[in-house]
C-alpha cells in the first residue's frame, strides 16, 4: 500500500494486516448497526470525580478512555456520539483534571459508561498533579468491578511512548482488557501507518492484559468509529436496541 488511503475505502475496510471475518475487532452488518444505535441514543456526562472518594457508584458496565495528553481522547468521545461538544477539547494538554463519566444509551437499549480519563505524560504539568492523577488512576482500575474494558489511545504518527507502555504495564498488574486505538491516522501515510500498526502490535505480545490487534480511527474521516462503536455495544449491558 502507498499514499493515504481513499476515505471510503479506509471506512470500509478491514484493520490492516487483518483479513475480514479473522478478527473481533472486524463486526459484521449487525453489529454495526447495534453500535450505531446504541450511541444514536442520549449520551450525556453524569459524573466527575478528581478524588477517589468522589467516584460514583459502580453500575453499569464501565469503558475506560487513556491517553496521553493531546492524543484526542475528548475528540474521540465525540466522534463516537456523534456529537461535537460533548466532552471538552482543548489546545492546551492536562486540562482534563478528573475522572469524566458520559452514560451512552438509555430507554429500552443498551447502556454503557465512557469515563474520559486525565491525560498523562505531559512534562509541563506540575508534579504534584501528575502525581495526584496517577493516584487516582491506579485506585479506579485496581478498584473498580464494572470496568470491562480499557481504551488506550495512542497518536498513529509516533506509536507507543514509554507512558503509553506504563499504563499498559498497569492495566496487566490490574487485569483489566485493554484495546489500543490508535488515533489521528488520517495524518499518516498507508505504508508507515501499517508499520507503525506492526510495530504496536508486536509490542502488545508482552502485555497479556492487552487484546493482539489494534483499531486504527480518525475522527477526522470517521475511520474505524464505526468498528470501536460496534465493540463497545457489545461490552453495554443487555437489553433490545429498538
Not at 94 to 109: C, D, I, K, M, V
Not at 142 to 157: K, N, S
Request: aromatic share 4%; glycine share 10%.
Amino acid at each position: 500500500m502507498t499514499g493515504q488511503r481513499d476515505d471510503t475505502d479506509a471506512r470500509n475496510a478491514a484493520p490492516l494486516g487483518v483479513a475480514p471475518g479473522d478478527d473481533p475487532l472486524d463486526p459484521g452488518p449487525a453489529a454495526i448497526e447495534a453500535g450505531r444505535k446504541l450511541f444514536a441514543r442520549d449520551c450525556v456526562f453524569v459524573a466527575g470525580a478528581a478524588t477517589r472518594d468522589r467516584l460514583p457508584p459502580a453500575g453499569l458496565p464501565e469503558v475506560a478512555i487513556a491517553g496521553r495528553s493531546n492524543v484526542g481522547k475528548s475528540t474521540l468521545v465525540n466522534a463516537l456520539t456523534g456529537r461535537t461538544t460533548l466532552a471538552r477539547t482543548s489546545n492546551t494538554p492536562g486540562r482534563t483534571q478528573q475522572l469524566n463519566f458520559f452514560e451512552a444509551g438509555g430507554g429500552s437499549g443498551p447502556r454503557l459508561v465512557l469515563v474520559d480519563l486525565p491525560g498523562y505524560g505531559f512534562a509541563k504539568v506540575p508534579k504534584e498533579m501528575v502525581d495526584a492523577w496517577t493516584r487516582l488512576l491506579k485506585a479506579y482500575l485496581r478498584g473498580r468491578v464494572t470496568l470491562r474494558r480499557a481504551l488506550v489511545l495512542v497518536d498513529a504518527r509516533h506509536g507507543l511512548k514509554p507512558p503509553d507502555l506504563e499504563i499498559l504495564g498497569l492495566l496487566d498488574k490490574a487485569a483489566v482488557s485493554a484495546l489500543v486505538v490508535l488515533t489521528k491516522a488520517d495524518k499518516v501515510a498507508g505504508a508507515e501507518l501499517e508499520r507503525t500498526v506492526a510495530r504496536v502490535e508486536a509490542a502488545l505480545a508482552e502485555h497479556p492484559a492487552a487484546l493482539p490487534r489494534v483499531l486504527v480511527t480518525s475522527a477526522r474521516d470517521g475511520r474505524g468509529i464505526d468498528r470501536l462503536r460496534a465493540h463497545l455495544a457489545e461490552l453495554a449491558s443487555p437489553g433490545p436496541v429498538v
